[in-house]
């Protein structure tokens, strides 16, 4: 069964950090895209940043470059998301989402685009506050 598990959400001061964990089980992620997303009620749900678990390559939404880092552990079977200096605005569920890197090509779709992935971890909550 193919199942995505997100981690390491809470609440955290504007300025400071958190690393999400995405844990991947009943399949093997090193030839996939992984992808998180983040979403406010209210809201569609926003691409953050993607990682191609290939090669390594990532893609970063222009709203957290320069702050958070996705990186991927193929011997774990994970990929984790670093956010550094958060900001309120950061405040979300945040959820990964996964696809075979055979079907991102053939649907030659952009990395961050909702409709490219089929598979969907539940999300975890990041609260920034003072």
């Known amino acids: 069964q193919v199942q995505l598990v997100e981690s390491g959400g809470g609440l955290v001061q504007p300025g400071g950090s958190l690393r999400l964990s995405c844990a991947a089980s009943?399949?093997?992620?090193?030839?996939?895209?992984v992808a998180w997303f983040r979403q406010v009620p209210g809201k569609e749900r926003e691409g953050v940043s993607s990682?191609?678990?290939?090669?390594?390559?990532?893609f970063y939404a222009a709203s957290v470059k320069g702050r958070f880092t996705i990186s991927r552990d193929n011997a774990k079977n994970t990929v984790y998301l670093q956010m550094n200096s958060l900001k309120p605005e950061d405040t979300a569920v945040y959820y990964c989402?996964?696809?075979?890197?055979?079907?991102?090509?053939?649907?030659?779709?952009?990395?961050?685009?909702?409709?490219?992935?089929?598979?969907w971890g539940q999300g975890t909550q990041v609260t920034v506050s003072s």
């Open positions: 009943g399949f093997t992620l090193d030839y996939y895209i």
């Open positions: 990682i191609n678990t290939a090669d390594g390559g990532s």
């Open positions: 989402a996964s696809e075979d890197l055979g079907t991102y090509y053939h649907k030659n779709l952009a990395p961050l685009t909702t409709t490219l992935f089929s598979s």
